[in-house]
């Protein structure tokens, strides 16, 4: 029997993107995130690693090259999931954090260039799909 959730909010229901365990587990276990996204292209959290490093080494702009890609890679699997364009991307939903970090750091790396409007425009998005991200990431 299928099991029907019924969202009594109206609103879409969250959607959840597929785990890539060997992405995953590559970073987990400290390879470097240059060879996880060379090997898994379309992970979001290598791409999401990457913007953190370069921003962490005051490479911003690098930092937002690799966070728009891991946010187009994340965006390019959320419709494939079933996402119309709006809706809850639950932080509670591991295979979702690479995409929502993508999204954080387009927005911080955009900040940093002053880019104001993109900064905005991202933590809105980051707010809309996961008020705990928004929190988690600040």
């Known amino acids: 029997m299928t099991r029907m959730t019924q969202n009594l909010l109206g609103g879409p229901a969250p959607t959840e993107l ?6 995953r587990e590559a ?4 390879v470097d995130p240059v060879e996880v996204a060379a090997r ?3 992970y979001p959290g290598a791409w999401a690693a ?3 490093r370069a921003f962490a080494a005051g490479s911003v702009i690098e930092s937002y090259a690799y966070a728009r890609t891991g946010y187009h890679r994340g965006l390019d699997a959320l419709r494939r999931a079933g996402w119309k364009g709006h809706g809850p991307v639950p932080w509670e939903h591991a295979a979702n954090q690479g995409f929502l970090r993508a999204l954080h750091a387009l927005g911080r ?6 880019e104001d409007a993109e ?5 809105t998005f980051l707010r809309d799909s996961s008020a705990t991200a928004a929190e988690v990431l600040g």
């Open 50 to 52: 990457l913007a953190d």
């Open 119 to 123: 900064a905005a425009r991202c933590k």
């Open 40 to 42: 898994h292209p379309e």
């Open 27 to 30: 970073l987990e276990n400290g």
């Open 109 to 114: 790396a955009a900040a940093a260039i002053g």
């Open 18 to 23: 597929p785990d890539v365990p060997e992405a």
